[in-house]
C-alpha cells in the first residue's frame, strides 16, 4: 500500500512561468491537504479538498493559486506566474476522515 | 494566529533525558495529531488522541491532553540522538474538518 506520492520532488520555474504539484492520496483516502512551509517554519494551511470539492480554501491566496481534486486522477496544486516569493516547500497529505492523515515527502519549488 | 501553538520553540537536552513539549489551541477539536519531521524530510505521524482521551502511549511516547485548558504535551522518555528533529501538533476541527499546524518544536538530542 503505497503511501501519499507527491511529485515532483523539486521543481524549479522561472520568474512568470506556471507550477504544477501533484499528489496522489493513500489508496482509499478521499481526504486531501494542501500545506506550504518555509524553512525553519510551521506548515501553513493552504486548502482541504474532496473528491471533485474544495471544502476549505481559507489559506490559498486569492490570486495566481488554485487546486483541484478530480474524480479520477491526483490533486493538482497550481501555482500561475510564479515569483520569488512562492519558493518554499509544498506538502500534501490524505486522510480517510476525521483520522490520521499521512504525508507526501514534498515538492521543494525554487523560483529563479 | 493558527490553532496549535507549541513551545517551547527549541529544545536542546543529553542523550537518555525526557523530553517534553507543549501544544495550545484556540477552538474545539476532534482530535489533536503529533508529527515529527527530520531536515528537509515529509512529516510522519506518530500519535493522534482523541478528544475524548486524556492520555496515550506509544512506545517511548506520552500525549497528553487537556481539553478543559485547550492544550496537549508529548513526552519522549529515554530520548536518542535520533529523536532529534521539529515536532509538530495539528488539531483537527470538531466542525469543518480542517487540520491545522503549530509552528512546531525543535528537538536536539545531543549524544
Known amino acids: 500500500n503505497a503511501g501519499v506520492m507527491q511529485n515532483p520532488r523539486h521543481l524549479v520555474r522561472r520568474r512568470g512561468q506556471e507550477a504544477r504539484l501533484r499528489c496522489s492520496p493513500m489508496?482509499?483516502?478521499?481526504?486531501v491537504y494542501w500545506y506550504r512551509q518555509l524553512p525553519e517554519e510551521g506548515l501553513k494551511f493552504m486548502v482541504y479538498l474532496q473528491k471533485e470539492n474544495i471544502i476549505d480554501e481559507s489559506g490559498m491566496p486569492k490570486e495566481r493559486f488554485s487546486a483541484e481534486f478530480p474524480k479520477e486522477g491526483p490533486s493538482i496544486l497550481r501555482i500561475q506566474q510564479v515569483v520569488r516569493g512562492d519558493s518554499a516547500a509544498y506538502f500534501c497529505?490524505?486522510?480517510?476522515?476525521?483520522?490520521?492523515?499521512?504525508f507526501g515527502q514534498g515538492t521543494r519549488l525554487t523560483v529563479v | 494566529s493558527q490553532q496549535g501553538e507549541e513551545d517551547p520553540q527549541a529544545l536542546s537536552i543529553q542523550e537518555g533525558e525526557n523530553a517534553t513539549m507543549n501544544c495550545s489551541y484556540k477552538t474545539s477539536i476532534n482530535n489533536l495529531q503529533w508529527y515529527r519531521q527530520n531536515s528537509g524530510r515529509g512529516l510522519v505521524h506518530l500519535i493522534l488522541i482523541r478528544s475524548n482521551e486524556r492520555e496515550k502511549h506509544s512506545g517511548r511516547l506520552r500525549v497528553t491532553l487537556d481539553t478543559s485548558k485547550k492544550s496537549s504535551s508529548l513526552l519522549i522518555t529515554a530520548s536518542r540522538a535520533a529523536d532529534t528533529a521539529s515536532y509538530f501538533c495539528a488539531s483537527r476541527k470538531a466542525a469543518g474538518n480542517k487540520l491545522t499546524f503549530g509552528g512546531g518544536t525543535r528537538v536536539l538530542v545531543k549524544p
Open positions: 497529505a490524505s486522510s480517510g476522515g476525521r483520522d490520521e492523515a499521512f
Open positions: 489508496k482509499g483516502h478521499s481526504h
